[in-house]
């Protein structure tokens, strides 16, 4: 079969490969605040809403027009990044501006796009 030249052709574990893994792997909770973190990530709008405060600190109203949706669209997926500790915000009179929270956001962003680039580079894609 094709997929079996993917796949060992003998069992045979290494225990202590293994067992270094379970040493260093994090703990169920901490899955699963990795999972939904990630889900986060898995919207477009929320993805354009980082990639958009990647540049610059940006205002509600900038966002809305930015992306194209109504105020109640974009605060919606702010709250949802804001509730995940993705972005932070501060008030300047009537207006809220909004940017990514911390320097780990955007490392997770950026190196997520030069993988998708390097891999249309090898590909011939660029």
């Not at 990630?38 to 405060?53: G, P, Q």
């Not at 109504?70 to 809220?96: D, W």
């Not at 909004?98 to 011939?124: R, T």
Request: glycine share 2%; aromatic share 6%.
């Amino acid at each position: 079969m094709e997929e079996d030249k993917f796949v060992c052709s003998e069992i045979c574990p290494h225990f202590n490969k293994i067992n270094n893994v379970k040493s260093l792997e994090p703990k169920s909770e901490e899955y699963q605040k990795l999972s939904n973190m990630f889900k986060l990530f898995s919207d477009e709008t929320r993805l354009r809403i980082i990639c958009s405060l990647l540049k610059e600190e940006l205002c509600v109203c900038d966002l809305c027009e930015l992306l194209g949706l109504n105020q109640s669209q974009v605060s919606h997926q702010l709250q949802l990044l804001r509730n995940s500790k993705l972005v932070k915000f501060r008030r300047e009179g009537k207006q809220i501006f909004y940017s990514l929270d911390d320097e780990h956001v955007e490392l997770i962003i950026q190196m997520a796009l030069n993988h998708i680039l390097e891999e249309e580079k090898k590909n011939g894609r660029m």
